[in-house]
């Protein structure tokens, strides 16, 4: 089993429209959880941690269940400007950089 | 000003030659990264250093070297090119805390590097 899996899609969305993704890791001892946006030639940036409890920043809600080994990303009343890729990304077990899954393209249609 | 910077921002060389990508910071974390990203491949660790004295290796190490020169300045340096280290190239940094966890890391803009 792959580290990090990710659906690369491309995700093809109405705007208005509500998505979710998925991603599952193989690391039982991986501590932080986080996704990251990465637009067309652009650096990844942080869009949101992962906790436990679960989190909501604006139209995007995360969740992390550590039984099933997954975290999820959920964009309500997707915008023209979410497209782009979401990368899920989490740390080891070790205190070394972050691993990184390989993306979920994400397209926003009008 | 950005915080964190890469220089240059596009390079092409030939097989062979000895390749230098620079990155600096602002943002005063102790922590500092470089990856490539390849399609289909996402990004993966090449090295890392934690602080001055730090170096560690990455995922993808062989082919590489690196120099932290400072707590701002850290450098990947590719010996002899070859074809494929064509990528693109990130630097980021982060700040360990009270954790010493790695949490969330800042990127540069990225260096495409093309090797012909």
């Known amino acids: 089993r792959k580290e990090v899996e990710q659906d690369p899609g491309p995700f093809n969305v109405p705007e208005g429209a509500t998505v979710a993704f998925n991603c599952t890791y193989s690391?039982?001892?991986?501590?932080?959880f986080f996704w990251y946006r990465q637009d067309c030639r652009k650096e990844p940036k942080l869009l949101m941690s992962v906790y436990s409890s679960g989190n909501e920043d604006g139209r995007f809600t995360a969740q992390l269940n550590r039984a099933s080994q997954y975290i999820s990303l959920l964009i309500r009343d997707s915008k023209l400007s979410d497209s782009a890729t979401y990368l899920c990304?989490?740390?080891?077990?070790?205190?070394?950089?972050?691993?990184f899954g390989k993306g979920t393209h994400l397209i926003i249609q009008p | 000003d950005a915080d964190v910077t890469q220089t240059p921002r596009n390079r092409i060389t030939k097989t062979g030659k000895r390749i230098m990508l620079e990155c600096s910071q602002t943002k005063g974390h102790d922590r500092m990264y470089w990856y490539r990203q390849d399609p289909g491949l996402g990004l993966r660790l090449i090295y890392y250093s934690f602080d001055v004295k730090d170096i560690n290796k990455g995922e993808i190490s062989d082919g590489y070297s690196v120099s932290r020169q400072a707590q701002a300045k850290f450098s990947l340096s590719l010996e002899s090119a070859i074809p494929n280290q064509t990528a693109l190239y990130f630097c980021?940094?982060?700040?360990?805390?009270?954790?010493?966890?790695?949490?969330?890391?800042?990127f540069g803009p990225g260096t495409r590097l093309t090797v012909l």
């Open positions: 990304v989490l740390t080891g077990g070790g205190a070394d950089g972050l691993t």
């Open positions: 690391n039982s001892a991986s501590q932080s």
């Open positions: 980021a940094t982060s700040d360990s805390g009270d954790s010493g966890r790695t949490d969330t890391q800042y």
